[in-house]
């Protein structure tokens, strides 16, 4: 033991600093969550059951995808009460194009409002023909996160194979990326990055503090998506540390599109897997 008169003021205040930044890294959490599309076939037949038996195998929150926009108010007050009493959250939302639009934005915007989410996640573009229609979308999306900065919300867009794909030289998420505000989320699907042959951890630190939430989506080449988390080819310890160093990571969503086992015990062992290849 190191007699307290023999502390020099400057050791002791190193001591004294380093010791909250220690505790505050060892419980720094990032929240791991459910795609619902993973459990599509269950959450239409019953949705409150289904969301349930998520937050019972210990997912910390849900990502809703397009169906969502259908409800009322009252469902998504529904909805965001059983939430909170299950102790779970809904970061964001998955959507079509359309909610994009100046007539469907302010029902985006109330719906997401009630549920808490913090983001309006783009699914999908639609038919682009080319890098001009890109940069329509990016203007679209950044006018969009204009709007919903008020709400404290923001936008961002989810890529799947077609964004990475070579279009007059450019990849479609090239332009995303260069042609968006900095608020405008860039949700990675791991999968699909992985089945267009790009490197996931490259996309996340060449666009640092953007990478806000990942689909976290196994891929192999015999068998695509039908693979559970850490059976495919994702170098998921890389994605990790780059996620949580460069790419602003705020939580996870495993997705899991089909498998040899049903699609509840599919999640499960996926995030078991997942935490697993976390914390080793």
Same mark, same amino acid.
């Given at each position: 033991?190191?007699?307290?008169?023999?502390?020099?003021?400057? @050791? !002791?205040? *190193?001591?004294?600093?380093?010791?909250?930044?220690?505790?505050?890294?060892?419980?720094?959490?990032? +929240?791991?969550?459910?795609?619902?599309?993973?459990?599509?076939?269950?959450?239409?037949?019953?949705?409150?059951?289904?969301?349930?038996?998520?937050?019972?195998?210990?997912?910390? &929150?849900?990502? !809703?995808? @397009? +169906?969502?926009?259908?409800?009322?108010?009252?469902?998504?007050?529904? #909805?965001?009460?059983?939430?909170?009493?299950?102790?779970?959250? &809904? +970061?964001?939302?998955?959507?079509?194009?359309? @909610? !994009?639009?100046?007539?469907?934005?302010?029902? *985006?915007?109330?719906?997401?409002?009630?549920?808490?989410?913090?983001?309006?996640?783009?699914?999908?573009?639609?038919?682009?023909?080319?890098?001009?229609?890109?940069?329509?979308?990016?203007?679209?999306?950044?006018?969009? /996160?204009?709007?919903?900065?008020?709400?404290?919300?923001?936008?961002?867009?989810?890529?799947?194979?077609?964004?990475?794909?070579?279009?007059?030289?450019?990849?479609?998420? %090239?332009?995303?990326?260069?042609?968006?505000?900095?608020? #405008?989320?860039?949700?990675?699907?791991? =999968?699909?990055?992985?089945?267009?042959?790009?490197?996931?951890?490259?996309?996340?630190?060449?666009? +640092? =503090?953007?990478?806000? @939430?990942?689909? &976290?989506? %196994?891929?192999?080449?015999?068998?695509?998506?039908?693979?559970?988390?850490?059976?495919?080819?994702?170098?998921?310890?890389?994605?990790?540390?780059?996620?949580?160093?460069?790419?602003?990571?705020?939580?996870?969503?495993?997705?899991?599109?089909? /498998?040899?086992?049903?699609?509840?015990? *599919?999640?499960?062992? &996926?995030?078991?897997? !997942?935490?697993?290849?976390?914390?080793?």
């Amino acid at each position: 033991m190191i007699h307290p008169n023999l502390l020099s003021r400057r @050791s !002791f205040l *190193a001591i004294a600093t380093a010791a909250p930044l220690t505790l505050a890294a060892q419980t720094k959490r990032i +929240p791991i969550g459910l795609e619902l599309y993973s459990v599509r076939d269950q959450l239409k037949d019953d949705m409150t059951g289904t969301v349930r038996a998520v937050a019972k195998l210990g997912y910390e &929150c849900v990502e !809703f995808y @397009s +169906p969502y926009f259908e409800w009322t108010t009252a469902q998504a007050k529904d #909805v965001r009460k059983l939430l909170d009493d299950l102790g779970i959250t &809904c +970061p964001s939302t998955h959507n079509s194009a359309s @909610s !994009f639009t100046d007539a469907n934005l302010p029902k *985006a915007i109330e719906l997401n409002s009630i549920l808490g989410s913090k983001y309006v996640i783009m699914a999908s573009a639609g038919k682009v023909e080319n890098l001009d229609g890109w940069k329509a979308v990016a203007e679209t999306l950044t006018k969009a /996160a204009e709007k919903l900065k008020s709400a404290g919300m923001s936008a961002g867009f989810h890529n799947h194979q077609t964004e990475f794909k070579q279009m007059e030289g450019k990849r479609p998420m %090239e332009i995303l990326a260069a042609n968006t505000s900095k608020d #405008v989320v860039l949700q990675l699907d791991v =999968g699909t990055a992985l089945e267009a042959g790009v490197d996931p951890v490259a996309w996340i630190n060449a666009n +640092p =503090g953007r990478i806000k @939430s990942m689909h &976290c989506k %196994e891929w192999s080449p015999a068998k695509g998506y039908r693979v559970l988390t850490g059976e495919g080819v994702a170098p998921w310890k890389k994605i990790i540390e780059a996620a949580e160093k460069t790419g602003g990571i705020e939580y996870y969503l495993i997705e899991q599109e089909g /498998a040899d086992v049903p699609p509840m015990e *599919a999640a499960e062992k &996926c995030l078991a897997a !997942f935490k697993k290849i976390r914390n080793s």
